[in-house]
């Protein structure tokens, strides 16, 4: 069974970076889309971008488009999301998620992945 495990969060100054990688010990994450989701204090788990496995398709959130970019890294297993300019209103719980999507062109949501990581705390603050 996939169990996605989060890394690399932390807290940056606004306009900072930051580098999320997920991983799983035991299964090649190429097989499967990800999800990374954002849960900010007070409010609902939310998309944040997603790939898939089988056309290659990412999406993103409209909040971060040209600033984040999700890329798969076949050597490391890992599906690292690299946070650029990053914004107070970035901060949250980072959470990964598997599933078996096809394609994101039209977008994914929590009910797409059934496999979710603990989740890694990124503070946006001055």
């Known amino acids: 069974q996939v169990q996605p495990v989060e890394s690399g969060g932390g807290m940056v100054q606004p306009g900072g970076s930051l580098k999320l990688s997920c991983t799983d010990a035991?299964?090649?994450?190429?097989?499967?889309?990800i999800g990374w989701f954002r849960q900010a204090p007070g409010k609902e788990r939310e998309a944040i971008s997603c790939?898939?496995?089988?056309?290659?398709?990412?999406y993103y959130t409209d909040s971060v488009k040209g600033r984040f970019a999700i890329t798969r890294d076949y050597a490391k297993n890992t599906v690292d999301l690299q946070m650029n300019n990053l914004e107070p209103e970035d901060t949250g719980v980072y959470y990964c998620?598997?599933?078996?999507?096809?394609?994101?062109?039209?977008?994914?949501?929590?009910?797409?992945?059934?496999?979710w990581g603990q989740g890694t705390q990124v503070t946006v603050s001055t």
């Open positions: 035991g299964e090649a994450l190429e097989h499967y889309a």
């Open positions: 790939i898939s496995a089988s056309d290659g398709s990412k």
């Open positions: 998620a598997v599933g078996r999507l096809f394609t994101v062109l039209g977008g994914c949501s929590r009910s797409d992945f059934g496999s």
